[in-house]
């Protein structure tokens, strides 16, 4: 019997360098697209711009949160609605005003949230 010079049979490999180069060239289109198609959604605008700058003063913070069941709350922390402009007052340094945010809870009656505004207006 006679014998063939066959050749052998390689396992099949993956090459990943051509795989990479794919990948990168999608990058690359999708990164350049995305540039592209963005900033085309939005209008083009030219922001105003100042002739001279201030530097905004830091602001002084209260909130009064008021809950349901006659609960108040200044900063989280539950307080009486008589000391509440005396807290107010110790809190606030010299010539420095202080914001003052009311919460109120959905249920919360409109005559309790103008005594809390009364109570601050004349305690100053």
Not at 16 to 36: A, E, G, K, T, Y
Not at 59 to 80: C, N, R, S, V
Not at 84 to 107: E, R, Y
């Amino acid at each position: 019997m006679r014998n063939w010079n066959e050749p052998k049979k390689n396992k099949a490999h993956i090459e990943l360098i051509p795989m990479i180069d794919v990948m990168m060239f999608l990058l690359v289109f999708f990164v350049l697209i995305s540039l592209n198609v963005i900033p085309a959604l939005g209008l083009k605008t030219q922001l105003p711009s100042a002739g001279s700058a201030q530097q905004l003063k830091p602001q002084k913070k209260a909130i009064i949160t008021l809950g349901a069941d006659e609960q108040l709350q200044l900063d989280g922390q539950p307080i009486a609605l008589d000391a509440l402009v005396n807290t107010l007052k110790q809190q606030q340094q010299a010539n420095q005003t202080t914001t003052i945010i009311v919460n109120s809870d959905k249920g919360v009656a409109v005559e309790r949230l103008v005594a809390v505004m009364d109570n601050l207006r004349q305690g100053g």
